[in-house]
């Protein structure tokens, strides 16, 4: 059974930095072909996609973000952590972590998130 | 980065009826889309990868359709379990981008 859970802070300050980790089980981040991704929803509004980590250390991450976040993974802990600097009140959301899989089709990768872990609640506020 | 724009933001509809939910992208994604089901306060729930392919244990009355830039997800007969908000991604770029989500509520 496949299962992942997100911790973290609950609360934090404008400017500081938010470290998220993401706790699998179920699987491997050193098997071919896995990969984690971060996802976050602000409060009555859209999904959105912040970074991925595949089991070749390969990073990606939302254009817009991506000068803030980084993302790494702990194989022997099954764990994949992402952390967010310069903290803003916006950026107030639930975050997810989910398990990424892939196919291929015509020499093309197609992906998915199948499992989802159930999202940690962060506040941006002083 | 490429933008996802769902049709309609809000659906009502009954018990039984037939939706469909249109997903455009601003360029052309090939079959590089997925589906998502999200009831409030909950995780989001895949049901649909590579624009068509039914993912293992979701009903057989939703399906997807479409590639390019137009996309489809059908409910063929909606059921109570199925009032939610339904959301399309795409992954044809590294910076993979949602919708902005279709909410189908009771008519």
């Known amino acids: 059974q496949v299962t992942l859970k997100e911790s973290g802070p609950a609360l934090v300050k404008p400017t500081q930095t938010l470290t998220l980790t993401c706790t699998f089980s179920?699987?491997?981040?050193?098997?071919?072909?896995?990969?984690v991704s971060w996802i976050r929803q602000p409060p009555g509004k859209p999904l959105e996609w912040l970074a991925r980590?595949?089991?070749?250390?390969?990073?990606f991450y939302s254009t817009s973000l991506k000068t803030r976040l980084t993302i790494s993974k702990d194989t022997s802990k099954n764990q994949v952590v992402l952390t967010m600097t310069n903290m803003d009140p916006v950026d107030t959301a639930t975050y997810y972590c989910?398990?990424?899989?892939?196919?291929?089709?015509?020499?093309?990768?197609?992906?998915?998130?199948?499992?989802w872990g159930k999202g940690t609640t962060v506040t941006v506020s002083s | 980065d490429i933008q996802m724009t769902q049709s309609p933001s809000t659906l009502s509809a009954s018990v039984g009826d037939r939706v469909t939910i249109t997903c455009r992208a601003s360029?052309?994604?090939?079959?590089?889309l997925a589906w998502y089901q999200q009831k409030p306060g909950k995780a989001p729930k895949l049901l649909i990868y590579?624009?068509?392919s039914l993912e293992s244990g979701v009903p057989s009355r939703f399906s997807g359709s479409g590639s390019g830039t137009e996309f489809t997800l059908t409910i063929s007969s909606l059921q109570p379990d199925d009032f939610a908000t339904y959301y399309c991604?795409?992954?044809?770029?590294?910076?993979?981008?949602f919708g902005q989500g279709t909410k189908v509520e009771i008519k």
């Open positions: 989910a398990r990424t899989l892939s196919g291929k089709l015509e020499l093309r990768s197609y992906y998915y998130m199948d499992v």
């Open positions: 179920g699987f491997s981040l050193s098997t071919s072909a896995m990969r």
């Open positions: 980590i595949d089991w070749d250390d390969d990073k």
């Open positions: 360029q052309n994604i090939s079959s590089w």
């Open positions: 590579k624009a068509s």
């Open positions: 991604q795409q992954y044809n770029s590294y910076a993979w981008t």
